[in-house]
């Protein structure tokens, strides 16, 4: 329950600084293009703290999540909709007073904060260095674990024990660049060079769209040797009396080469798992007793070696081109993600509400600062990057209500060259709210059979 309670806090956090980025970009813009500001809140609801100064009323919703920037000529908005045919009062200081191009500005503002975040998030993590937790790069099969499964990695010849070395042209060192690269490469040809007993093989295949994920799939697992990296307290393992160091080679007489043979095992929900095991050389015989969670999953206590590959901190002008380099790429697979929804992947998945943003945001960070505050502070700021980003197309789509709807509405008032009517407006807006308002009830829906899926 703790930890679950540590989770939200730190991803109502997250949340909170990735909205308070953007609503500060609209505040700035507001106030450099002459349009007056009348309150800025963190939160919705009923305000538990404000404070008024240069103008401005600074609120904190009770809320946590979300927020908004009140800009001046909102009252005269709503009594101009009341009287259809009328026109919004142009009045000086106010939003609708401003020209079109200072509302576009003050509209884009926000979601291009984002992005600026963003890229300032990279450029420190890239200035400062890191550590990346990965597996080799050396691959299993699916279908060596999973037999009635066939994938890419099938049909293209590779084998389990081969080394992927490259994929289209980026060299390749461990199992998270694999997953980095096929990732966004769902349905696109893709060469792969991959060593074998020394020699380097070249082959070509197309990895398979994830309906479920919208991601590439290649169909390999990483090869992980079974040395026990870590023992949980009070788990069957740790009951069993195994110990870190332990190298198991069979389980219930199946031969054991790497971790992922585990898996099939599982599959038929055993009640015992009897181990072999060998310490400092010397073989030793130990008996788990399982249980298994309401979803079939039985939590061994066991925790195998991972291997870490140090990233050194690149001098400051380096930082900065490489922060500016991840934030493109970041914007591109963000926007090529958008397109996968229109091939007919599984929206409950893909499309995440704010319930499941905030918890991932959450659980990111908590395993991040488990393993130390530098390390916390770097999962987190990468993962609210991401976010950010994210925010930033979202805004801009040319939906009515969000930031992209009203640019479009301002462009089109600009190009016409009279003022758009109160009442067109609001009809405009009213449409938007009930998009989002559907899109919103179908991902709190999505959210609802995540979190029921991680009891």
Known sequence: ??????????GLAGMGIVVLVHELGHFIAARLSGIEVEAFSIGWGRPVLKKKMGGV???????????????????????AISNPGSELPRTPGTFFGAKPWRRIVVSAAGPLSNVIFAAFVFMLIWG??????????????????????????DQAGLKTG?????????????????????????DMPTIIKAERQGTILETELVPRLDKSSGAGKLGVYYWADPVIADVRPDS????????KGDILYTVNGRDIPYTVALFPLLRDKPPLLSVEYLRNGIPHNAVLVLSYDDAGSADIGIEFETISYPVEGLPPHRAILKGLDETGK????????????????????????????????????????????????????????????????????????????????????GIIRRPIRARTIYIFQTVGAV????????????DILFLAGRR
Request: hydrophobic share 50%; charged share 20%.
């Open 57 to 79: 009323e600074y609120r904190l919703g009770i809320l946590p999540l979300g927020g908004y920037c009140k800009l001046k000529g909102e009252a005269e908005y709503q009594t």
């Open 236 to 243: 069957p393992a740790h009951i069993g009396g195994l110990e």
């Open 128 to 153: 400062s260095g890191f550590e990346i937790r990965s597996l080799d790069n050396r691959i299993v099969l699916v279908s060596d674990i999973n037999p009635e499964e066939h994938y890419p990695a």
């Open 435 to 446: 998009v989002i308002f559907g899109l919103m009830i179908f991902a709190v829906f999505g």
């Open 330 to 413: 970041t914007l591109s697979l963000s926007l090529r993600s958008l397109a996968l929804l229109f091939k007919g992947i599984d929206l409950t998945q893909a499309v995440s509400g704010p319930v499941r943003i905030t918890y991932m945001v959450g659980d990111v960070a908590a395993e991040g600062f488990g393993q130390g505050l530098r390390e916390g502070l770097i999962s987190m700021g990468n993962f609210l990057a991401l976010i950010s980003i994210a925010l930033c197309i979202m805004n801009l789509l040319p939906i009515p209500v969000l930031d992209g709807g009203m640019i479009v509405l301002f462009i089109l008032e």
């Open 162 to 186: 081969d080394r992927i070395v490259e994929i289209s042209g980026r060299p390749i060192t461990n199992y998270r660049d694999i997953q980095e690269v096929i990732t966004p490469r769902g």
């Open 1 to 10: 329950m703790v930890a679950v309670l540590i989770k939200i806090i730190l």
